[in-house]
């Protein structure tokens, strides 16, 4: 078959774009540091509209539309980078430039997920195309919305630091902000229950996982990690003594985090640097202060970047010195690029070992654990033991239905495979749930409640042979509600002040992960109320709910939990 | 002297507070109290002329002497009948001119903390401040974002005609009330007979009121304030600054506002945007509404929130005046046993926050002891409405002023007077308390 080209040849498979590395501020010689990135080369229209992102410039504020950005077609031969020689000033000035940044990282972020998964991965809104808004408000805040169909970038007017005049600030020319946004969007359409009201941990999660990806994704340009080194990037060696994860924090990781977000500070404290003020040592999980969502998502960031510079600094053991414990500094950036693409890649698989509902950070260090066990059944990299000891060093332990080595348990229970057809139950929700419902008791998913089957996917990705690994993740979720009074027989504590009469429901629900051929491998769930710890999960979740007002008057809950949304959305200027 | 009687006029101001509370004594003695005197809209067939109506009466009933006036909070329906004018002929002139001895204002609205709060290095984040120059530096610049937020309503032409009306009506609200709150700095004319109270100080009040105890019960400071643990988002204060100086496109009120990029925006054709972009422009117009909305919404709450609140202890009667203070406010006096203890024996409840869902907290309402279905009950708790219904919140969300459930459990469980029953042509009711 020919292409549109007229050659046999397979079109290209990326585009080359130039984006703005962290944000304007980030300069080097008083010139923006940038990066070029690959994107998935497809169709587009002006805009850029793609076939999942469509940059549409509209300005709510000022009520006007900007012209799209008109980048060539995907079916040509070439695709030229309309910004590569354009001058600092030019791409700050021009709406295109903010457009085609947006859109690049976008689907970075995207194509980073779909590598990662193995699959195409859904918005967490409906329709294929995310709408992205670059200069969407006069605000100093940006935001995914699941309604809108978009992510919401803001603009406004700021002071640099050490400088007298104020400039604008466009949220969509930060990499981190952009990068956010986007993880929460794609975390969305894999897990949609994670926005509702459920643990402090799980509302943590959205914004703490949200960090993580962002930062991990700017840590992973070969430029970023270049420049925060030791401050000498023309070096061709750097001295081994840097290379220590304290010096690396001191040195790297703090530079990046003060040159993040310098003309967003105030507005985002910066995830980076809050999370680097936590010392490990000590029990934040159970420290008072750090029950509000947003400080709790901190945790979750400083256990992931303390782990990273552990991994970076075992990948260093295997770069050999040079001279005089001097090493080759293009290898040291090169590894430390991997070591967070690498990370990023695992954060995000493992979402797919994540129970659907009621998440707790314990769960997904499990899960973290059990996707590096899946590949390295070994250890051999120690990327589980750097885990294991950089969570526990925040007060972080794995599940404790998990294995002692932290990973979760394999299925051993008998299941009736003999009713269901594995190849329609790979795609059919119907099939999977039927599979599902003539294994409820093996699954352990008791007499009563209503039970559906959220999404069936599947997972492809490369083993370290080489040869191709293939599972199903399907999500089943367990919904019970009841009066509060019936709640009280069941042992669940009712929060004093919780009328009686109150229909409260409770969640439970599980990823089954299939094997290539069809064998159901795990089973990770939190079930109803099987268990004391069960019991006690749903009374500590009603507890969060009552301390938040859900269930403070009935009628105005719905709109409780939009304030929340939006006393979320308008921290997250301060924590982003 | 003995207080022998208690009376409070409740002026019809539409939408806002006005009280005028007076305790006459066995000797023909009269002592008068204005506690707020504002307006945000007038309901139909009320003249405009209503506010200075109001002063001429206060000034007749009081005999040319107020003893001290309170203004619970800057909020325009509470404060803008303080506003002068050059002829010196408006309502806060008639007031100004009753010469209170004493003129009490939540903490707040201390002129030399804000003096601090808002000094050019304080606003860029350069200096250090206590938590009380922050917290008034925070509604500062609140209130610079409430005229933003008002000004960019005026000139949306893409607003819903609803969320208009509502972001029209809480901005303007919000915003500074220049000439009234210099009147009420200077109207007492010595500086030390203005009073910035908070939770536990002496409201100043005794000493003019003989028989007469008054408890100041709110607003908190911001140290007792966190004590009882309480972090709510709008206390965020950085963001709030930011947020005050990210507006770059606000142009004077009226004009449409400025492009970022003028040399790259799509020309529309008779007002039409392109096809393609149409669903997702209505979509942000309208997350845009909503965004503002809850924007004005949190400052609304957090000024509400410094409202002063007054229990007056006379003649084996209390007569509870919160302002507009909503949870927040109220959680720091609930959560003292003695001023539990004595809420309990409230007679009469000025309605908080004209009546809306967050300003009666069930806590609040369950410790009344007064409450009582019977209409014969000689002890039955009074309360006292100032309100207009369809100006604030919106029923969907059941955030509408006066909430309607409240209402009801008022007409239930007191002798509830409202300001919504009067004529146009009434300018107040008056109740009268033999004690
Ligand atoms: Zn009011
Ligand atoms: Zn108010």
């Given at each position: 078959?020919?292409?549109?080209?007229?050659?046999?040849?397979?079109?290209?498979?990326?585009r080359?774009?130039?984006?703005?590395?962290q944000?304007?501020?980030?300069?080097?010689?008083?010139?923006?540091?940038?990066?070029t990135?690959?994107?998935?080369?497809?169709?587009?229209?002006p805009?850029p509209?793609?076939?999942?992102?469509?940059?549409?410039?509209?300005?709510?504020?000022?009520?006007?539309?900007y012209?799209?950005?008109?980048?060539?077609?995907?079916?040509?031969?070439?695709?030229?980078?309309?910004?590569?020689?354009k001058?600092?000033?030019?791409?700050?000035?021009?709406?295109?430039?903010?457009?085609?940044?947006?859109?690049?990282?976008?689907m970075?972020?995207?194509?980073?997920?779909?590598?990662?998964?193995?699959?195409?991965?859904?918005?967490?809104?409906?329709?294929?195309?995310?709408?992205?808004?670059?200069?969407?408000?006069?605000?100093?805040?940006?935001?995914?919305?699941?309604?809108?169909?978009a992510?919401f970038?803001?603009?406004?007017?700021?002071v640099?630091?050490?400088?007298?005049?104020?400039q604008?600030?466009?949220?969509?020319?930060?990499?981190?902000?952009?990068?956010?946004?986007?993880?929460?969007?794609?975390?969305?359409?894999?897990?949609?229950?994670?926005?509702?009201?459920?643990?402090?941990?799980?509302?943590?999660f959205?914004?703490?996982?949200?960090?993580?990806?962002a930062?991990?994704?700017?840590?992973?340009?070969?430029?970023?990690?270049?420049?925060?080194?030791?401050?000498?990037?023309?070096?061709?060696?750097?001295?081994?003594?840097?290379?220590t994860?304290?010096?690396?924090?001191?040195?790297?990781?703090?530079s990046?985090?003060?040159?993040m977000?310098?003309?967003?500070?105030?507005?985002?404290?910066?995830?980076?640097?809050?999370?680097?003020?936590?010392?490990?040592?000590?029990?934040?999980m159970?420290?008072?202060?750090?029950?509000?969502?947003?400080?709790?998502g901190?945790?979750?960031?400083?256990?992931?970047?303390?782990?990273f510079?552990?991994?970076?600094?075992?990948?260093?053991?295997?770069?050999g010195?040079?001279?005089?414990?001097?090493?080759?500094?293009?290898?040291?950036v090169?590894?430390?690029?991997?070591?967070?693409?690498?990370?990023?890649?695992?954060?995000?698989?493992a979402?797919?070992?994540?129970?659907?509902?009621?998440?707790t950070?314990?769960?997904y260090?499990?899960?973290?654990l059990?996707?590096?066990?899946?590949?390295?059944?070994?250890?051999?990299?120690?990327?589980?033991?750097?885990?294991?000891?950089?969570?526990?060093?925040?007060?972080?332990?794995?599940?404790?239905?998990?294995?002692?080595?932290?990973?979760?348990?394999?299925?051993?229970?008998?299941?009736?495979y003999?009713?269901?057809?594995?190849?329609?139950?790979?795609?059919d929700?119907?099939?999977?749930?039927?599979?599902?419902?003539?294994n409820?008791?093996?699954?352990?998913?008791?007499?009563?409640?209503?039970?559906?089957?959220?999404?069936?996917?599947?997972?492809?990705?490369?083993?370290?042979?080489?040869?191709?690994l293939?599972?199903?993740?399907?999500?089943?979720?367990?919904?019970?509600?009841?009066?509060?009074?019936?709640?009280?027989?069941?042992?669940?504590?009712?929060?004093?002040?919780l009328?009686?009469?109150?229909?409260?429901?409770?969640?439970?629900?599980?990823?089954?992960?299939?094997?290539?051929?069809?064998?159901?491998?795990?089973?990770?769930?939190?079930?109803?109320?099987?268990?004391?710890?069960d019991?006690?999960?749903q009374?500590?979740?009603i507890?969060?709910?009552?301390?938040?007002?859900?269930?403070?008057?009935?009628?105005?809950?719905?709109?409780?939990?939009?304030?929340?949304?939006?006393?979320?959305a308008?921290?997250?200027?301060?924590?982003l | 002297?003995?207080?022998?009687?208690?009376?409070?006029?409740?002026?019809?101001?539409?939408?806002?507070?006005?009280?005028l509370?007076?305790?006459?004594?066995?000797?023909?003695?009269?002592?008068?109290?204005?506690?707020?005197?504002?307006s945000?809209?007038?309901?139909?067939?009320?003249p405009?002329?209503?506010?200075?109506?109001i002063?001429?009466?206060?000034?007749?009933?009081?005999?040319?002497?107020?003893?001290?006036?309170?203004?619970?909070?800057?909020?325009?329906?509470?404060i803008s009948?303080?506003?002068?004018?050059?002829?010196?002929?408006?309502?806060?002139?008639?007031?100004?001119?009753?010469?209170?001895?004493?003129?009490?204002?939540?903490?707040?609205?201390?002129?030399?903390?804000?003096?601090?709060?808002?000094?050019?290095?304080?606003?860029?984040?350069?200096?250090?401040?206590?938590?009380?120059?922050?917290?008034?530096?925070?509604?500062?610049?609140?209130q610079q974002v409430?005229?933003?937020?008002?000004?960019?309503?005026?000139?949306?032409?893409?607003?819903?005609?609803?969320?208009?009306a509502?972001?029209?009506?809480l901005?303007?609200?919000?915003?500074?009330?220049?000439?009234?709150?210099?009147n009420?700095?200077t109207?007492?004319?010595?500086?030390?007979?203005?009073?910035?109270?908070?939770?536990?100080t002496?409201?100043?009040?005794?000493?003019?009121?003989?028989?007469?105890?008054?408890?100041?019960?709110?607003?908190?400071?911001?140290?007792?304030?966190?004590?009882?643990?309480?972090?709510?988002s709008?206390?965020?204060?950085?963001?709030?600054?930011?947020?005050?100086?990210?507006?770059?496109?606000?142009?004077?009120s009226?004009?449409?506002?400025?492009?970022?990029?003028?040399?790259?925006?799509?020309?529309?054709?008779?007002?039409?945007?392109?096809?393609?972009?149409?669903w997702?422009?209505?979509?942000?117009?309208?997350l845009?509404?909503?965004?503002?909305l809850r924007?004005?919404t949190?400052?609304?709450?957090?000024?509400?929130n410094?409202?002063?609140?007054l229990?007056?202890?006379v003649?084996?009667?209390?007569?509870?005046?919160?302002?507009?203070?909503?949870?927040?406010n109220?959680?720091?006096?609930?959560?003292?046993?003695?001023?539990?203890?004595?809420?309990?024996?409230?007679?009469?409840?000025?309605?908080?926050?004209?009546?809306?869902?967050?300003?009666?907290p069930?806590?609040?309402?369950?410790?009344?002891?007064?409450r009582?279905?019977?209409?014969h009950?000689a002890?039955?708790l009074?309360?006292l409405?100032?309100?207009?219904?369809g100006?604030?919140?919106?029923e969907?969300?059941?955030?509408?002023?006066?909430r309607?459930?409240?209402?009801?459990?008022?007409?239930?469980?007191?002798?509830?007077?409202?300001?919504?029953?009067?004529?146009?042509?009434?300018?107040c009711?008056?109740?009268t308390?033999?004690?």
């Amino acid at each position: 078959m020919k292409n549109v080209l007229g050659t046999r040849h397979g079109l290209r498979t990326n585009r080359s774009l130039t984006i703005i590395a962290q944000d304007p501020s980030f300069q080097i010689d008083n010139k923006i540091l940038r990066a070029t990135i690959e994107v998935p080369a497809e169709e587009l229209s002006p805009g850029p509209s793609g076939y999942r992102v469509s940059v549409i410039d509209y300005d709510a504020t000022a009520n006007v539309l900007y012209a799209p950005l008109e980048l060539n077609s995907g079916l040509d031969e070439n695709y030229p980078d309309p910004f590569a020689d354009k001058s600092d000033q030019e791409l700050l000035d021009n709406p295109g430039f903010h457009a085609q940044n947006a859109y690049a990282i976008v689907m970075r972020i995207l194509a980073r997920f779909e590598l990662a998964l193995g699959r195409r991965v859904a918005w967490g809104s409906s329709g294929h195309q995310l709408h992205v808004a670059p200069h969407a408000f006069a605000e100093p805040n940006a935001f995914y919305s699941r309604e809108d169909r978009a992510l919401f970038f803001g603009y406004f007017e700021g002071v640099l630091d050490g400088r007298k005049t104020s400039q604008t600030v466009f949220t969509s020319l930060a990499h981190d902000v952009v990068a956010h946004e986007t993880t929460h969007a794609l975390l969305d359409g894999l897990r949609q229950r994670y926005l509702e009201p459920s643990s402090p941990d799980q509302a943590a999660f959205h914004e703490g996982f949200a960090d993580i990806a962002a930062l991990l994704s700017v840590l992973s340009l070969d430029a970023i990690v270049r420049a925060v080194l030791d401050g000498k990037p023309d070096d061709r060696l750097i001295d081994a003594r840097f290379l220590t994860p304290e010096a690396l924090i001191d040195s790297s990781l703090m530079s990046l985090a003060k040159e993040m977000g310098q003309e967003l500070s105030g507005i985002r404290g910066s995830a980076l640097r809050q999370s680097l003020k936590l010392e490990p040592g000590h029990d934040y999980m159970n420290d008072e202060a750090f029950q509000e969502e947003h400080r709790r998502g901190e945790i979750l960031v400083a256990a992931m970047l303390r782990s990273f510079l552990d991994i970076w600094v075992a990948r260093l053991q295997r770069v050999g010195t040079i001279s005089r414990g001097k090493k080759d500094r293009s290898l040291v950036v090169e590894e430390g690029a991997k070591a967070a693409d690498h990370l990023l890649t695992m954060a995000i698989r493992a979402i797919d070992y994540c129970p659907p509902v009621d998440l707790t950070f314990s769960a997904y260090l499990s899960a973290l654990l059990t996707v590096d066990r899946e590949v390295v059944p070994d250890d051999r990299y120690g990327y589980r033991e750097a885990l294991l000891r950089n969570f526990a060093s925040y007060g972080i332990a794995p599940s404790s239905s998990a294995d002692v080595d932290g990973t979760w348990r394999r299925s051993d229970r008998d299941m009736v495979y003999s009713r269901t057809h594995f190849d329609s139950m790979l795609r059919d929700e119907e099939e999977m749930f039927r599979f599902v419902w003539e294994n409820r008791r093996a699954l352990e998913l008791g007499e009563v409640g209503y039970i559906e089957v959220q999404s069936v996917r599947p997972s492809t990705r490369i083993a370290p042979d080489g040869f191709v690994l293939r599972e199903t993740i399907a999500e089943y979720v367990q919904m019970l509600t009841l009066q509060a009074q019936e709640l009280k027989d069941l042992g669940v504590d009712i929060p004093d002040g919780l009328d009686h009469w109150r229909n409260v429901t409770l969640f439970g629900g599980g990823t089954l992960v299939f094997d290539e051929y069809g064998q159901l491998k795990y089973q990770i769930a939190n079930h109803l109320l099987n268990s004391e710890a069960d019991i006690g999960r749903q009374s500590q979740r009603i507890a969060h709910l009552w301390e938040s007002g859900f269930y403070a008057d009935p009628a105005v809950a719905a709109s409780r939990f939009a304030e929340l949304h939006m006393a979320r959305a308008m921290a997250d200027r301060v924590s982003l | 002297m003995k207080p022998s009687r208690v009376t409070i006029r409740s002026y019809q101001v539409g939408f806002g507070d006005c009280f005028l509370f007076s305790v006459h004594y066995d000797n023909g003695d009269s002592r008068h109290v204005l506690i707020d005197f504002g307006s945000t809209g007038l309901p139909e067939g009320v003249p405009k002329t209503r506010l200075k109506a109001i002063a001429k009466d206060i000034q007749t009933v009081t005999g040319n002497k107020l003893t001290a006036v309170v203004a619970t909070h800057r909020h325009k329906d509470h404060i803008s009948g303080f506003a002068t004018n050059e002829a010196g002929t408006a309502s806060g002139d008639i007031i100004a001119k009753l010469q209170p001895d004493l003129v009490i204002q939540p903490w707040t609205e201390d002129p030399e903390l804000e003096e601090t709060a808002t000094a050019p290095r304080a606003r860029r984040g350069r200096k250090n401040l206590s938590s009380a120059a922050r917290h008034v530096r925070t509604l500062w610049a609140m209130q610079q974002v409430a005229a933003q937020v008002w000004a960019e309503a005026k000139r949306s032409r893409s607003l819903r005609p609803e969320m208009r009306a509502m972001l029209g009506f809480l901005g303007e609200n919000n915003v500074k009330n220049l000439s009234a709150v210099k009147n009420l700095m200077t109207m007492s004319k010595n500086k030390k007979k203005n009073k910035y109270v908070h939770a536990g100080t002496s409201s100043g009040l005794e000493k003019l009121l003989p028989g007469v105890n008054v408890d100041v019960l709110g607003p908190p400071t911001v140290e007792q304030h966190e004590e009882v643990g309480t972090q709510t988002s709008w206390d965020n204060d950085e963001f709030w600054v930011r947020l005050a100086a990210a507006d770059r496109t606000s142009p004077p009120s009226g004009m449409s506002a400025k492009p970022l990029f003028p040399k790259h925006v799509v020309n529309r054709e008779k007002y039409r945007f392109p096809v393609n972009a149409r669903w997702f422009i209505y979509r942000a117009k309208r997350l845009r509404g909503e965004q503002m909305l809850r924007i004005v919404t949190m400052l609304d709450d957090a000024l509400n929130n410094t409202s002063v609140i007054l229990l007056f202890r006379v003649g084996g009667k209390s007569f509870l005046f919160p302002g507009d203070a909503q949870i927040e406010n109220w959680e720091y006096a609930l959560a003292q046993s003695n001023v539990r203890k004595l809420l309990k024996s409230v007679d009469v409840y000025k309605v908080g926050h004209h009546g809306s869902r967050n300003a009666t907290p069930k806590t609040l309402w369950n410790l009344f002891e007064h409450r009582s279905a019977d209409k014969h009950d000689a002890h039955r708790l009074t309360s006292l409405l100032s309100t207009m219904a369809g100006k604030h919140g919106r029923e969907d969300n059941s955030s509408e002023v006066p909430r309607k459930t409240l209402v009801s459990k008022l007409e239930r469980e007191s002798t509830h007077f409202t300001t919504q029953n009067l004529a146009a042509n009434d300018l107040c009711f008056q109740v009268t308390f033999d004690l």
